[in-house]
């Protein structure tokens, strides 16, 4: 497995250029959206609500091939089995603590194994989960990085089915509607420093937005390559 860490680039400046008269608005708009917790990592940051999107999609694709249908599919009446809410539980991760909805089932018969029972470290997807917010990763690499998290003990076809669910939820992350106004934009980079073979820093641009009510979003993230290093220097 990778050994990967993270690395945040002291923070940015606005980019948006702004006319003179709205300067206050605008310093108004960043103070309240700092204070809100515009930020990367840390509490409340966009890799944290990410990780928390890749754990869920993750356990919602094991939950669907433990019971074999999908939610609210019409062959699980009369199955004997079927979901049962959810548990909240929270996981300390290399972004920090995250707190995830767990699955169940009524039979209980349900274990969890991308966060297992009374688990509370978890390591090895924040690497995966900057590519997927980048779209840097295919099907396969998905497939591939997920069995290694999960080990020997899960079945190709279960992997499958939770790489399904993964990069659904991201596609609905990537696809969320977005305002059609941002009046102030930060364009930000961390270095994913990894261990495979080598150990090399790998930058990735993040693009963080403020909303005219003054809260804070991202808006998206990618990977840094020569022809933006380019623009943005």
């Known amino acids: 497995m990778s050994d990967t860490t993270i690395e945040q680039i002291p923070d940015s400046e606005p980019t948006a250029a702004v006319p003179a008269g709205d300067e206050q608005l605008v310093a108004m708009l960043v103070d309240r959206a700092r204070s809100e917790g515009l930020q990367l990592t840390g509490e409340g940051g966009l890799l944290q609500q990410l990780t928390k999107r890749v754990l869920e999609s993750a356990l919602e694709g094991e939950i669907t091939d433990h019971l074999g249908y999908e939610k609210h599919g019409a062959e699980g009446r009369g199955s004997g089995n079927s979901r049962n809410r959810t548990r909240a539980k929270t996981v300390l991760t290399d972004v920090g603590p995250v707190e995830v909805k767990v699955p169940r089932d009524v039979a209980g018969t349900f274990e969890p194994a991308i966060v297992k029972k009374r688990q509370r470290r978890l390591s090895g997807v924040d690497e995966m989960v900057l590519s997927?917010?980048?779209?840097?990763?295919?099907?396969?690499?998905?497939?591939?990085?997920?069995?290694?998290?999960?080990?020997?003990?899960?079945?190709k076809a279960t992997i499958s089915t939770i790489t399904d669910r993964v990069m659904d939820g991201m596609a609905e992350w990537s696809n969320r509607p977005l305002d059609s106004v941002y009046p102030v934009r930060f364009v930000d980079a961390i270095n994913v420093k990894t261990r495979d073979g080598q150990v090399a820093n790998r930058p990735t641009y993040v693009v963080m937005a403020v909303t005219a009510r003054g809260t804070g979003t991202s808006r998206g993230s990618g990977p840094v390559t020569a022809a933006r290093a380019r623009s943005t220097g």
Do not use: W
């Open 132 to 155: 997927l917010s980048a779209k840097g990763l295919t099907h396969g690499e998905i497939s591939a990085h997920l069995a290694e998290v999960y080990g020997a003990s899960v079945s």
